[in-house]
């Protein structure tokens, strides 16, 4: 049975809760598959593919799941590895939304140019104003994020179900 990580970095929980919901995909179809946060605990060895995915902060994702995917990309020989970011940038701009994630994308497989990148997505986020400390309503008063969740499971299920015949070894 493939053994599948997904590692995903958060800070406010969407994220995490992202991470569940391709995990229960990717289990309903038959794969073993289990989230964890990102974190140089984990041991990539005993997994046979991986999804990594991070919420975009400025434009980037979280350091730690970065850091995640370059170190990990030297240690699983080419296994297959879907990306995915989420924003809330997209909901009112969508080009801009997408070109930080391309951009992203492409700064991170210059760092891990040993990626087996198989897939990559941007989600819809959730974002609320009220939840945030003092200095990021600072931050987010100069370059005001879309409120409200704008997550849309139906997109995030079907990619699950895409990544199947990627990882399905069997
Ligand atoms: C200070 C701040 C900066 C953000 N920057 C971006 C950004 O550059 N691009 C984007 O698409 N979304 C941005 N967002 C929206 C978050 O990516 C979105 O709320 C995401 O769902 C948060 O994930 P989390 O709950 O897992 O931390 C920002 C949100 C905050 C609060």
């Given at each position: 049975m493939t053994r599948v990580l997904v590692a995903y970095a958060t800070r406010f929980g969407s994220t995490r809760e992202i991470a569940a919901a391709i995990v229960h995909e990717l289990?309903?179809?038959?794969?073993?598959?289990?989230?964890?946060?990102?974190?140089?605990?984990?041991?990539?060895?005993?997994?046979?593919?991986?999804?990594?995915?991070?919420?975009?902060?400025?434009?980037?994702w979280m350091g730690i799941a970065g850091m995640f995917a370059a170190i990990t990309s030297d240690r699983i020989d080419g296994k297959p590895v879907a990306l995915f970011s989420i924003g809330t940038l997209r909901v009112v701009n969508e080009e801009a939304g997408n070109t930080e994630h391309r951009e992203f994308m492409a700064s991170l497989i210059e760092v891990a140019p040993n990626l087996n990148v198989v897939s990559d997505v941007l989600f819809n986020g959730y974002f609320e104003?009220?939840?945030?400390?003092?200095?990021?309503?600072?931050?987010?008063?100069?370059?005001?994020?879309?409120?409200?969740?704008?997550?849309?499971?139906?997109?995030?299920q079907s990619w699950a179900k895409s990544l199947v015949s990627e990882f399905n070894f069997e």
């Open positions: 289990n309903s179809a038959g794969l073993d598959a289990q989230a964890a946060e990102a974190s140089s605990a984990l041991s990539p060895d005993e997994y046979d593919a991986f999804v990594i995915g991070s919420p975009l902060y400025g434009g980037k104003r009220a939840n945030l400390p003092w200095y990021l309503r600072i931050v987010d008063r100069f370059a005001p994020t879309p409120q409200g969740d704008h997550r849309d499971w139906s997109v995030i």
